[in-house]
Every structure is written in structure tokens, then in C-alpha cells.
């Protein structure tokens, strides 16, 4: 039974900044690509950044320079450091990882911009 765990999610004045981070709970784990998506309200999910097995990540244009992700295989883990956050970055995120050769979802956690 795998399951990804996430933290981290808030509320947050306009400027200000988020860290995310997930974990993936299991035994005899094999994680390939990481990475974080979001909805917003009466919106399509979308993929904010991703990162490989080696480290390699990948932005969403909405996100470069903003958003930072981050893995460490040792804890089996993701992170997210957003900063300079704006009203439009509110959604629900999700974590998703590829595990022994399937992609699976944690439950999502609230970010909310507003003044």
C-alpha cells in the first residue's frame, strides 16, 4: 500500500511565501518522478513542477523563478519552497510520484493568497 503524505499548505498574504512537502509511505519502494500539481476553483488541475529520479527539474511558466522544487530520496520525500506568491496561486496541490511503475496522488493541501 502506497501512500503520499502532504504538509504545509496556508494562508498567506500576497508576496509572502509557502513550503510544501511530501512523503511517500510504503515498503519495497521504487520512486521515479516527483512532482506538483494544483487545482484551482473552477479550474482544470495543472502541473506546477516536476523533478526526475537525478534531480532534474521542470517548471510550469507560472511558476519559473517564483517556485523551487526539491527531492530527498533518503526520506522518500518532495518539496515545493514558493515564494513572491500571488492571489492566482491559490488552489489545492497536489503531490504525485511515480511508484514501483505507477503514479499516485496524495490528498492535497490548501494554498491560499489573499490580502
Known amino acids: 500500500q502506497v501512500q503520499l503524505v502532504e504538509s504545509g499548505g496556508g494562508s498567506v498574504h500576497p508576496g509572502g511565501s509557502l513550503n510544501l512537502s511530501c512523503t511517500v509511505f510504503?515498503?519495497?519502494?521504487?520512486?521515479?518522478?516527483m512532482g506538483w500539481y494544483r487545482r484551482a476553483p473552477g479550474k482544470e488541475r495543472e502541473g506546477v513542477a516536476i523533478i526526475t529520479r537525478n534531480g532534474i527539474p521542470n517548471y510550469a511558466d507560472s511558476a519559473k523563478g517564483r517556485f523551487t522544487i526539491s527531492r530527498d530520496n533518503t526520506k522518500q520525500s518532495v518539496y515545493l519552497e514558493m515564494k513572491r506568491l500571488v492571489p492566482e496561486d491559490t488552489a489545492v496541490y497536489y503531490c504525485n510520484a511515480g511508484v514501483n511503475g505507477m503514479y499516485s496522488w496524495g490528498q492535497g493541501t490548501q494554498v491560499t493568497v489573499s490580502s
Open positions: 510504503g515498503s519495497h519502494l521504487t520512486i521515479s518522478t
